[in-house]
């Protein structure tokens, strides 16, 4: 039997920035663990597609897939579209043995890159008392994807920061320069913007305009080829293999 193949599924962007980072986080996947196929696909905007990748896979000989959602909530894309593109996928290549892996959040790997990526932007573990946090997600309709910014935000609080406000980018509201001024009004001192989001884009671009517009002191950058997602990722991989290979043994 072979070893299973870990094929990332991006949600795609216009912007060039998205893919480009998208790979680099799949090639540092790949140095994580090196002889594990790593391929990437998109739903939208960006070749190659889901379906063709799978038909490539397929047509090569692979026998196992594990399809991981690039999404750090489980929200419309994670519950309706990738799921719907795998069904069809398996209808169409029944010999290909297709599993959806969770999606990336919330995680404790995800909270440490969050926390590098601040502290590349310059905030130091002697600022947080007098800093407030803006943890600014991309934003969604979906009640459980809302729920999740929240606890973040909430776990957030209690690693020394003297406040940590949810931001969101679409789908509702508040934006990531009312809270930086909402913070600012509450009499904090410093005032950082986090983008809980994983490449560059239109969404991330508008948080980093609402954050420069009410004067935020630190923007720091997107979560992008961390080493600690790499591994959330290795992680989410490891986590849906393991049902196949408990029935084997079984």
Request: aromatic letters at 4%.
């Amino acid at each position: 039997m072979t070893h299973p193949t870990l094929l990332v599924i991006a949600h795609g962007s216009r912007d060039p920035r998205h893919a480009a980072t998208v790979h680099a986080l799949t090639e540092r996947v790949r140095a994580e663990r090196p002889g594990l196929r790593v391929e990437t696909a998109f739903l939208e905007f960006n070749a190659p597609s889901v379906p063709r990748v799978l038909e490539r896979l397929a047509g090569e000989g692979a026998d196992e897939v594990v399809a991981l959602p690039l999404l750090l909530t489980r929200a419309f894309h994670a519950k309706t579209d990738i799921p719907s593109v795998l069904r069809e996928a398996r209808a169409r290549l029944p010999r290909l043995h297709i599993r959806q892996a969770d999606v990336l959040g919330p995680s404790p790997l995800l909270n440490a890159t969050l926390g590098r990526r601040l502290r590349e932007a310059g905030v130091r573990p002697g600022d947080l008392p007098r800093t407030g946090l803006v943890l600014a997600s991309a934003g969604s309709s979906d009640p459980e994807a809302i729920a999740v910014i929240a606890e973040i935000a909430r776990e957030l609080r209690h690693t020394g920061w003297c406040a940590v406000r949810p931001a969101f980018a679409s789908a509702l509201l508040p934006r990531t320069e009312d809270v930086v001024r909402e913070l600012r009004a509450e009499g904090v001192e410093r005032v950082a913007v986090a983008p809980y989001v994983i490449a560059p884009g239109r969404l991330p671009d508008r948080i980093a305009a609402g954050a420069e517009a009410a004067g935020a002191d630190v923007l720091a950058d997107v979560l992008g080829p961390a080493p600690e997602l790499a591994r959330l990722l290795l992680d989410r991989f490891d986590e849906a293999r393991v049902p196949v290979w408990a029935s084997l043994s079984a």
